[in-house]
């Protein structure tokens, strides 16, 4: 096995670490959850390995935990998925530096997952900064251009807007010179259209004080003189998540801040940089077209105030 160079996160004391109870860290685009089991300590990568949602959001039984997208169950002790023994979790070594409890982020980076493919691909903006990514579904969305979807990303239940969908994987890599030249980057799944209901959540969601975590975020970062300043909030569609938007070199220190928000009752906060996902080959060109590319960031603005069904 080789295994990269050990990067160890302390991620508090062990005394304080009770018995069935789970904590997670931000390192980078890396979201960990460390369960305390009985006393016995598993570390995993929070994003399921089969569709990409949030481990932490579904349940615990045990050394087993459930998905809560599509209810798959994952052993904590050896990663293996009771539906699929071919999809195993990405797991992390839990060491001890006297009391303090570390995670060694970088233990067992050989266990990557090739990215779960789908049957049908979708053309979607998504993101308060418009950014354009492509995404899939086993079972065909039926949508046009304009629409807005339900999508599942690695933060959480979104609403994204249709650009081009869908095409079933067959056609597009039949369109392409080689199976190598398909769109191989994927954001998400999309779960379904967006009916009048979720229409509903989407407007609860957007009445969260958005204003007030970005000027505590603000406070937090200047009392810890750090070089990052957050230029955007958005409360997702899931109505338990916000996405702060930052620019400036991603830190461990924002752990801390993210966890003192939450205790302001302020739900699962999100650190993401403000930068554009490596866009699949097929879409503009631009990778987000919230700052510029194909020059419609202004329409999915205006258009965004509105989720039809």
């Known amino acids: ?15 304080d670490f009770h018995a069935g109870t789970h904590k997670t860290i931000h390192v980078g685009d890396l979201k960990v ?20 949602a949030s481990l932490v959001k579904g349940t615990q039984e045990g050394v087993t935990v459930c998905c809560p997208l599509h209810k798959w169950d994952f052993d904590l002790q050896t990663g293996i998925c009771s539906q699929d023994a071919d999809v195993t ?7 001890r530096d006297g009391d303090a409890l ?19 691909r979708y053309l979607l903006r998504y993101g308060a900064m418009g950014w354009v990514g492509h995404f899939s579904s086993v079972e065909v969305i039926a949508c046009d251009r304009g629409d807005f979807v339900v999508v599942q990303t690695h933060r959480g239940s979104e609403v994204a807007q249709v650009l081009v969908g869908p095409t079933d994987r ?7 010179s080689t199976a190598e030249d398909a769109p191989q980057s994927l954001a998400g799944e999309v779960l379904r259209s967006c009916t009048p209901q979720d229409q509903a959540q989407l407007e609860s969601a957007r009445q969260f004080d958005t204003a007030g975590v970005f000027e505590q975020c603000q406070k937090l970062l200047a009392d810890a003189e750090l070089p990052i300043q957050v ?8 109505g338990r998540t916000t996405v702060l938007y930052f620019l400036g070199e991603d830190s461990n220190w ?8 939450e205790e302001n009752e302020n739900g699962e906060i999100v650190f993401n940089p403000v930068h554009e996902p490596v866009a699949a080959p ?7 077209c919230g700052s510029g590319g194909c020059g419609t960031g202004q329409e999915s603005r205006e258009a965004s105030d509105t989720c039809e069904s």
């Open 1 to 15: 096995m080789l295994l990269s160079e050990p990067k160890r996160i302390k991620i508090g004391m062990a005394g």
């Open 33 to 52: 959850t460390v369960y305390n089991v009985d006393g016995a300590f598993y570390a995993i990568d929070d994003r399921c390995p089969h569709r990409g």
């Open 89 to 95: 979790l990405k797991r992390f070594e839990v060491l």
């Open 102 to 120: 570390l995670v060694d982020v970088a233990a067992e980076e050989d266990q990557e997952q090739p990215p779960w493919r789908g049957d049908y």
């Open 170 to 176: 067959v056609g597009l890599a039949s369109a392409a």
């Open 231 to 238: 230029v955007d909030c958005e409360r997702l569609f899931d």
């Open 254 to 261: 924002l752990q801390p801040i993210a966890e003192t928000l």
């Open 282 to 288: 097929g879409g503009c060109g631009s990778g987000g």
